[in-house]
């Protein structure tokens, strides 16, 4: 089956500094998603991107926070200035245009900042 | 807030049909029903969804209550790979999944 293909696996940063988690979506996925888990807390939405835009986003999802497609096959998540709070495993997902309900997770970048 | 009640641990022997149940009571007539899971930390794995009508897949089968009210997962022959956590989520049309905490599933051989 396709996979969702996230890198790095891990990234440690130090506090204020940008990062930038990459994703690989299924080759013929329209819908992107990035959602992420604090260590034993819920998974939680931050933001889908369709058409080279944002759909939705959470509160979460504030102004440190952005999302590309710089190339037609990466997604990104940047974050501006990381803070201690950041730290969490982040899932990129996407889907089929029209089979939405069947969201792609990959395997998650867990994010640790120091 | 996700809209499910669902216990918050449950064990289930190696081989034997574990049966996750789930609340929705609030449900609106537009929402599907979707199962994922959470195998130690992975990303959410899709199952299954419906509307009104039981479904089966290779994975599991959904039976939804005819009020909609609530809903079982039933994995039919339980493995030790099938422990993991299982969110059952309401959502209608493209709008985002809620995640709620799930029922932790434990298969004990």
């Known amino acids: 089956e396709p996979e969702v293909t996230q890198t790095p696996s891990h990234q440690v940063t130090q506090m204020g500094q940008e990062v930038i988690l990459r994703c690989v979506p299924i080759s013929n996925h329209l819908y992107f998603y990035w959602y992420r888990q604090i260590l034993g807390q819920k998974v939680e939405f931050l933001v889908s991107f369709y058409n080279n835009e944002i759909s939705e986003k959470s509160e979460i999802f504030d102004d440190q926070f952005s999302v590309e497609r710089p190339d037609g096959s990466n997604f990104t998540l940047k974050i501006r200035s990381t803070k201690l709070e950041d730290s969490a495993m982040y899932f990129c997902a996407s889907t089929v245009r029209g089979h939405y309900e069947k969201l792609f997770f990959g395997s998650g970048t867990q994010l640790s900042v120091l | ?109």
């Not at chain 2, 081989?15 to 007539?29: E, F, M, Q, W, Y």
């Not at chain 2, 809903?71 to 985002?96: E, Q």
């Open chain 2, 1 to 109: 807030d996700a809209k499910t009640t669902q216990p918050p641990s449950m064990d289930c022997a190696e081989g034997r049909a574990a049966n996750l149940p789930c609340n929705h009571s609030t449900i609106s007539g537009n929402e599907y029903v979707y199962w994922y899971r959470q195998i130690h930390s992975q990303g959410p794995q899709y199952i299954i969804h419906g509307l009104k009508n039981n479904e089966t897949n290779e994975m599991a089968s959904l039976i939804i209550t005819e009020d909609r009210k609530s809903s079982t997962l039933i994995l039919p022959h339980a493995t030790l790979r099938d422990t993991a956590v299982y969110y059952c989520i309401v959502r209608s049309g493209n709008t985002p999944l809620v995640f709620g905490k799930g029922t932790r599933l434990s298969v004990i051989a």
